[in-house]
């Protein structure tokens, strides 16, 4: 099946500073890929959605300028958290869709996320 | 986008099976039935989808209400491996957005 990687998995930060998450499909080309964020007891929250080569599409209520995502490629988006701040503690999983007409297009293949603590 | 309603717990022994209901009475003629899960601390893995027949796969089956208000997701046996939240989501057509409820928990015990 197809792989979705996250890097890194865990990451304390100071209060102030931006943080970079990295979402990777290992073995297929995602054209659209989704982040989401979630609190501790909680359902996962879509954040945005990033297509590659334009800009993501952010769902109502999430900050663009606070959350930074870059789709460069096919197999790499990244989420960054600028000014970082002890509520934007949580954990952000990305996804990743298979490109429209794959055998699997209905599926969405998830990464192990990527769990942020502000201090 | 239509809703799902599930139960917000439920349990099983292990071995045994489980069956995981899902209202969807507001669902469209295009709603794909999705089933999503997440493990402790992971992202969540997709299950199963289908939009009328019942369908099974290697994880679980999916059985279908014949007027599509409600489905259900049939583990047939059991693991302390399936303990977990299982998501119920309608996806319409072509539409890739997952809007996830807040789930079934599941426990699994000895």
């Known amino acids: 099946g197809a792989v979705v990687s996250q890097h890194p998995s865990r990451v304390i930060c100071k209060s102030g500073t931006s943080v970079k998450i990295e979402c990777r499909s290992l073995?297929?080309?995602?054209?659209?890929m989704f982040w989401y964020r979630q609190f501790p007891k909680q359902s996962l929250m879509l954040m945005a959605t990033?297509?590659?080569?334009?800009?993501?599409?952010?769902e109502q209520g999430v900050e663009k300028d606070k959350f930074l995502i870059n789709h460069a490629s096919l197999t790499l988006s990244t989420l960054t958290v600028t000014s970082a701040h002890p509520e934007d503690s949580s954990f952000y999983i990305c996804s990743a869709r298979l490109p429209s007409g794959g055998a699997l297009f209905n599926e969405q293949f998830f990464g192990p996320g990527t769990r942020l603590t502000v201090l | 986008d239509a809703k799902t309603t599930q139960p917000n717990s439920m349990e099983s022994n292990e071995e045994e099976p489980v069956h995981l209901p899902c209202n969807h009475s507001t669902i469209s003629g295009t709603d794909y039935i999705h089933w999503y899960r997440q493990l402790p601390s992971q992202g969540p893995e997709y299950v199963i989808h289908g939009l009328t027949s019942n369908v099974n796969n290697r994880m679980a089956s999916l059985a279908i209400a014949e007027d599509r208000k409600s489905s259900t997701l049939i583990l047939h046996r059991a693991t302390l491996r399936d303990a977990a939240v299982y998501y119920c989501i309608l996806l319409r057509g072509t539409a890739s957005k997952l809007t996830f409820g807040t789930g079934t928990r599941l426990q699994v015990t000895l």
């Open positions: 990033s297509n590659e080569g334009s800009k993501a599409t952010y």
């Open positions: 073995d297929f080309q995602a054209t659209t």
